[in-house]
């Protein structure tokens, strides 16, 4: 087994150091992932890779956009290979990626977008293995450019057709999914999960309040509309201030938002840490999550991890963000792109008119039961089991 990175010299992968051999009598599974972000749907691929040998299965990455990943994963043990894209239609790497299939002796192969799933649908035909797509969110809905949107349903439409099974993160992603021509019985639902965290639940609600927000920060993730709800609730004598967590997927957009926090008179109430793999020790430093998110979320792993760490949730009531938290009694919905609601939540919240002791323990033990890293696992493992008919 040899870890693996593409040269301009070969189409072959290049060995590196050879990470440890896995068990003998575990499968080996391929994920096909861009990796050019560290988000949801890469810690989703980097917890799979850690607990997936404890229910009979050892997976490697093919990054086709490596940059993020690689280096911020957190489950190193697996092997990673490197195998950029020339381009969105570059069909070489499709061979490259089904000759380390073969080299390598991977059984089954698991795709996580519309790119790497155009790639491993190539890779499974030309290495005769069978082909797992994971739906982290609706291709057709998923950011505020028509036009990616539309290329990525077309290619997620005819290349998922030869896919054994389709994974949605939620229930209504696998709605979606059907109502996009897929058979029902070929797409099953595998909740996301995250790790449980050792921490007792919040006890009692803090006098000055700090919300988290925690994204990639683009258009569709609402953070206009968590800027706005904020300066309406601060204008009302409130002491509530914003930590918000991860990056800006462009300069452009950082900018148009910062700007934004300066009409607004905000530049002292909001604080932006940037990128970060330590998600854990960010909840620790707010008192609620807050996701405004205005569409396009499958089942967001940060809510998830929220709800580990005891920390209540006021979020949009979008997509599969109500698969995980129940209003009133694991955190707060709200209509998206509701400045009002979204204020009138977290203003109800600070002023005490909910049990934050109850909606914090409620969150915590939601999660243990339903979205635990291993429960995603073995969900995953029991697909494979059904395609490889083990």
Same mark, same amino acid.
């Given at each position: 087994?040899?870890?693996?990175?593409?040269?301009? /010299?070969?189409?072959?992968?290049?060995?590196? @150091?050879? $990470?440890?051999?896995?068990?003998?009598?575990?499968?080996?599974?391929?994920?096909?992932?861009?990796?050019?972000?560290?988000?949801?749907?890469?810690?989703?691929?980097?917890?799979?890779?850690?607990?997936?040998?404890?229910?009979?299965?050892?997976?490697?990455?093919?990054?086709?956009?490596?940059?993020?990943? $690689?280096?911020?994963?957190?489950?190193?043990?697996?092997?990673?290979?490197?195998?950029? %894209?020339?381009?969105?239609?570059?069909?070489?790497?499709?061979?490259?990626?089904?000759?380390?299939?073969?080299?390598?002796?991977?059984?089954?192969?698991?795709?996580?977008?519309?790119?790497?799933?155009?790639?491993?649908?190539?890779?499974?035909?030309?290495?005769?293995?069978?082909?797992?797509?994971?739906?982290?969110?609706?291709?057709?809905?998923?950011?505020?450019?028509?036009?990616?949107?539309?290329?990525?349903?077309?290619?997620?439409?005819?290349?998922?057709?030869?896919? !054994?099974?389709?994974?949605?993160?939620?229930?209504?992603?696998?709605?979606?999914?059907?109502?996009?021509?897929? #058979?029902?019985?070929?797409?099953?639902?595998?909740?996301?999960?995250?790790?449980?965290?050792?921490? $007792?639940?919040?006890?009692?609600?803090?006098?000055?309040?700090?919300?988290? %927000?925690?994204?990639?920060?683009?258009?569709?993730?609402?953070?206009?509309?968590?800027?706005?709800?904020?300066?309406?609730?601060?204008?009302?004598?409130?002491?509530?201030?914003?930590?918000?967590?991860?990056?800006?997927?462009?300069?452009?957009?950082?900018?148009?938002?910062? @700007?934004?926090?300066?009409?607004?008179?905000? !530049?002292?109430?909001?604080?932006?840490?940037?990128?970060?793999?330590?998600? $854990?020790?960010?909840?620790?430093?707010?008192?609620?999550?807050?996701?405004?998110?205005?569409?396009?979320?499958?089942? #967001?792993?940060?809510?998830?991890?929220? %709800?580990?760490?005891?920390?209540?949730?006021?979020?949009?009531?979008? !997509?599969?963000?109500?698969?995980?938290?129940?209003?009133?009694?694991?955190?707060?919905?709200?209509?998206?792109?509701?400045?009002?609601?979204?204020?009138?939540?977290?203003?109800?919240? @600070?002023?005490?008119?909910?049990?934050?002791?109850?909606?914090?323990?409620?969150?915590?033990?939601?999660? /243990? !039961?339903?979205?635990?890293?291993?429960?995603? /696992?073995?969900?995953?493992?029991?697909?494979?089991?059904?395609?490889?008919?083990?």
């Amino acid at each position: 087994m040899s870890q693996a990175t593409e040269t301009a /010299a070969t189409d072959a992968p290049a060995n590196l @150091a050879a $990470p440890p051999a896995a068990p003998p009598d575990l499968v080996r599974v391929l994920h096909v992932i861009n990796g050019e972000h560290y988000s949801g749907a890469e810690r989703v691929q980097d917890l799979l890779g850690e607990h997936l040998p404890a229910c009979g299965y050892a997976a490697g990455f093919a990054c086709v956009k490596p940059d993020r990943f $690689p280096a911020a994963r957190k489950f190193s043990a697996a092997p990673l290979y490197e195998l950029p %894209m020339r381009s969105r239609l570059d069909r070489s790497c499709g061979r490259r990626v089904a000759q380390l299939v073969r080299d390598e002796g991977y059984q089954l192969l698991h795709a996580h977008t519309p790119r790497s799933l155009l790639v491993a649908s190539q890779a499974a035909r030309l290495a005769d293995v069978p082909l797992v797509y994971h739906v982290h969110s609706p291709a057709g809905r998923d950011s505020t450019r028509r036009l990616v949107n539309r290329i990525n349903l077309w290619t997620e439409r005819r290349s998922a057709a030869s896919a !054994e099974r389709l994974i949605a993160v939620s229930d209504s992603v696998r709605t979606y999914m059907i109502q996009q021509g897929f #058979p029902a019985e070929r797409v099953a639902c595998v909740p996301n999960g995250v790790p449980r965290i050792a921490v $007792p639940p919040r006890t009692a609600a803090p006098r000055t309040w700090t919300l988290g %927000m925690v994204a990639l920060f683009r258009p569709r993730k609402g953070v206009e509309v968590l800027l706005d709800a904020l300066a309406a609730v601060r204008s009302t004598g409130a002491e509530v201030r914003l930590r918000a967590i991860g990056p800006f997927e462009t300069t452009d957009y950082e900018d148009e938002v910062l @700007a934004r926090v300066d009409r607004l008179g905000l !530049e002292s109430a909001v604080d932006w840490t940037g990128f970060t793999t330590d998600i $854990p020790a960010e909840l620790q430093q707010v008192d609620a999550l807050a996701l405004p998110s205005l569409f396009g979320e499958g089942l #967001p792993m940060v809510v998830l991890e929220a %709800m580990a760490a005891a920390v209540p949730v006021v979020a949009s009531h979008v !997509e599969g963000i109500p698969t995980a938290i129940r209003h009133g009694q694991d955190g707060l919905l709200v209509e998206p792109n509701s400045v009002s609601q979204l204020a009138a939540a977290i203003e109800d919240l @600070a002023a005490g008119r909910h049990n934050y002791a109850a909606l914090s323990a409620s969150a915590q033990q939601r999660h /243990a !039961e339903h979205f635990s890293a291993e429960i995603m /696992a073995a969900r995953t493992a029991q697909v494979y089991d059904a395609i490889l008919a083990r």
